[in-house]
């Protein structure tokens, strides 16, 4: 995966001091991401699609690859040390630009290491430049790991309206 990496845009310390090279994902980067969910354990896998998928392919990796670079935006994550993909963190605008959804996944032997933490605080920087007003997250009430970050990271939970399996954390940007 060395010669996955390219054309770093910027370098993230965790918490635990792993140090992260992420960038933008592109077209190119498909077939990393597929092999990248493999290492994703299942129940981080069910939380990021909300739904069950044994297997990432090809029809949920198109939209975190083809991407506008601005409205909508994947970035990969790779271990400084090793060049490995451990983490992808999404960013989705709304069309004028009000609200922002991001998702975030962690390969299983990297989590705990303050990745997430890092990814998270990148997607919210990389909002606040486009002018985004609020940062938004999906989760499933069972993700107590995913909530307990984001209330870290300043996120205020609300009930997500029609499904009460499900709660959207808000963060105000401006």
Request: hydrophobic share 40%; aromatic share 6%.
């Amino acid at each position: 995966m060395n010669d996955q990496i390219q054309d770093i845009a910027y370098r993230l310390n965790t918490r635990s001091g792993v140090v992260i090279d992420a960038r933008p994902a592109v077209p190119g980067d498909e077939a990393a991401l597929e092999t990248f969910f493999d290492k994703v354990s299942d129940e981080d896998r069910r939380f990021r699609f909300l739904t069950a998928h044994r297997h990432v392919g090809h029809e949920q990796l198109k939209p975190m690859v083809e991407v506008d670079h601005f409205r909508s935006e994947t970035f990969l994550a790779f271990d400084d040390a090793n060049k490995e993909l451990v983490a992808t963190g999404m960013l989705a605008c709304d069309n004028d630009l009000d609200t922002a959804e991001v998702a975030i996944s962690v390969r299983a032997d990297y989590k705990g290491k303050g990745v997430a933490w890092a990814v998270l605080g990148l997607l919210a920087e990389e909002a606040k430049k486009r002018g985004v007003r609020e940062v938004i997250s999906i989760e499933d009430r069972d993700n107590h790991e995913a909530i307990a970050l984001e209330r870290e990271r300043g996120f205020v939970p609300r009930a997500c309206e029609g499904d009460a399996h499900l709660v959207i954390l808000a963060k105000t940007l401006r």
